[in-house]
Each structure stands twice: as C-alpha cells, then as structure tokens.
C-alpha cells in the first residue's frame, strides 16, 4: 500500500522533460525531487514512493528501492522493465500509453508530407543557398498523397488517429492488428498482422506505429523489405528493432525501399558510423516523435489517475503488473 499523502514521495526521473517544474504549476501538492542521470537516480531512489521514469531504468535498480510501490513509465513503451522483477519486488507498473498518441501520430503524418514534397532537400538547398529549378524527370519531383496507400502496420490509439489523418489527405489506408476484431480505427480495410506480406506489395507508405515485442523485433526484415512496392517509403515510428536495420540499409541502397523517414533507429543516438546519416533517401529525426510542450501535463494527467486506484486496490490506467 501506498503510505499516506504526507509521508508519499515521488520521483521524476527523465534527463530534460521538466517535471517537477510542472508539477509545481498544476498545484501539485505532494513531496517530490527530480534527477537526471543515472547516478542520481541510483542515489536517490531510495527515498522514492512511485517513481516516474523511462529510458533511464535499469532493472537491477528494483531491488536498491526498499520504499518503491510504484512507476509510472513516461513512456508508452515498456520493453525496458522486466515484468517478472519488478511483480517479485511488489511494485507495480503502468504505460503512457495514450499520453503521445497526438504527438506520434502528427510526427509521422509531418514525415510523410516532408517526404513527399522533398522538404529535407528544399532545406539542404536552403543551407547552400540554392534555388533549384524546375524538374523534368517526373520520378524527381514532389509528389501529391491523394490516392496514395498507406499500410499502418499497428493500428492502435497512434496507428488509428494517423489513419484519420491520412484520410483527410484522400488516402487509402490500410490497417494491421493482432486482433482485427477490434475495430478498424477509421482505416479503410484491417487485416490481422500475418497479413503483413500479402499487403506490403500494395501500398506506397509503409507506416510503423506497432509496439515492440517478440512478435514485431525485426518484423521488417529482407523477405519484407523484397515484399514492399518497389519505391516505396518507409515510414517508422515505433521502435527502432521493428526493422532489421541490416536489411533496411540494403533496400535502400539498392532502390527497391525508395525513401525512408526513421523517427527511431536500432541503436539510440544513432553511431556515426551508421550508413543511415549520409543515405540521400533517408530522413531521420532523432526520437523526438513523442516530444510536444503538452507531454510532461500528458503524463502527470495519467499519475493522478493511478494514484487513487492503487489505493483502492483498482486496476490502473494502462496497467502493466
């Protein structure tokens, strides 16, 4: 059980989402600290009830927190705790789920669009102050979404508000879901996830917004990639390790994946070594999909809605153990 409001502490642990600032602002009445490094958190935790915390997580953290009932996780993913821990420890876990479905699903439609009216290159001429003419080769130029397929590979409260997007853009949108009985969230047509190569080969965008679990790590692999419309583009925005990323350099090197917008790449922040950054046909944001100025409220919306029902021993928003 949780100890009462006046001996309860919590723990913002992220290293620049502002937190405590803004639990300050919304009247937040509870005891808190924030930290922003590991070695603080390890420090630090100790002292904390519930503990609000993402990339920053390790699982052997679990057992230095003797007072720890409770992590809200920043982050819509939780492939980072190990369920089996922390449900030995008695703590208990909840997703963000819902709290970047805005955010996610506006990034990847903003990548679509760049990608299709050749934005990343309008910038580069931008930076070298070039005036580029008009384009004779039609294969060259930008191009227009509507009557475009858009396969969502994931549709849920991200996959499903980009399939509303797209829609107002006169896509076809096309929908993968474990269990396509469950709704279609405006796409057009929902198939289950073993469809996924049969429908590859008709779309023009591929979208991932799917979570990462044993079932989709390396879901886009070679076989994929050859199953894809040749010049097609590859949009990801869930998790880096949905794509071989071995496979996803060869498909764009040799042109049958045309373009790629990758919001998420297998290993974060992406090496320098990485053939990715120089590749003329890939646009890379650096994980900042889920990033808004309304995220750290999102999140805090989410706290206090647990708050309550772990007291009252009620099933949590988003719950995970």
Known sequence: MLPPDDQLTLCFAHVAYRFSERYAQRGGKLKHFEVRSLEELEARLPEADVLLVSGMWRNHLAAKAPRLKFIQSISAGVDQYDKAVLAGAGIRL???????????????????????????????NQVKQHWRGMIGDLTQREDELGGKTLLVVGIGRIGGRLARLAKAFDMKVVGLRQDPSKGSEGADEIHGMDALHA???RADIVALTCALTPETRGLMNAAAFAAMKPGA?????????????????AALASGQLGQAALDVTAEEPLTGASPLWAMPNVFITPHTGGETRAYEGNVLDLLEANLPRLRAGEKLVNQVV
Do not use: F, K, Y
Request: include cysteine; glycine fraction near 6%.
């Open 94 to 124: 909840a997703s963000a789920q819902g709290a970047n479905a805005n955010a996610v699903s506006e990034h990847a439609m903003s990548l679509i669009l760049a990608q299709a009216r050749l934005l990343p290159q309008a910038r580069d």
């Open 199 to 201: 429908q590859l080969g």
């Open 233 to 249: 583009t590859l949009v990801n925005v869930a998790r880096g390790a949905v794509c071989d990323e071995a496979a996803l350099i």
